[in-house]
């Protein structure tokens, strides 16, 4: 079992940045995929950023130059940071993993966190 617990949601203005936190128990001498999904009100839930435990990173057109995600050293934490933040990411954040070769935001994911919302005003 994956425990995942995000936080660093709130409220920002468009064109402001924010960085989202998930500690995550990832056994990590398996090969593994952590990342981000969100999903606004009335619309479908959206990847937005994956990492594999070989530190490769995929990311949705959306955010590709905006947003960047990582984990410490320890890959006991994994960040989202997120600039130039527009109205339409306003949603709430999950982070994501799962145990598997090789990373994709098409995937399923099976474990989940509990979410943190991100509010971007204009």
């Known amino acids: 079992q994956v425990q995942l617990v995000e936080s660093g949601g709130g409220s920002v203005q468009a064109g402001g940045s924010q960085r989202l936190s998930c500690a995550a128990s990832?056994?990590?001498?398996?090969?593994?995929?952590m990342g981000w999904f969100r999903q606004a009100p009335g619309k479908e839930r959206e990847g937005v950023a994956a990492i594999g435990s070989d530190g490769v990173a995929t990311y949705a057109d959306s955010v590709k130059g905006r947003f960047t995600i990582s984990q410490d050293n320890a890959k006991t934490t994994l960040y989202l940071q997120m600039n130039d933040l527009k109205p339409e990411d306003t949603a709430m954040y999950y982070c994501?993993?799962?145990?598997?070769?090789?990373?994709?935001?098409?995937?399923?994911?099976?474990?989940w966190g509990q979410g943190t919302q991100v509010t971007v005003s204009s």
């Open positions: 990832v056994y990590v001498y398996r090969p593994y995929c």
């Open positions: 994501v993993a799962s145990y598997r070769v090789g990373c994709a935001l098409r995937y399923e994911y099976k474990f």
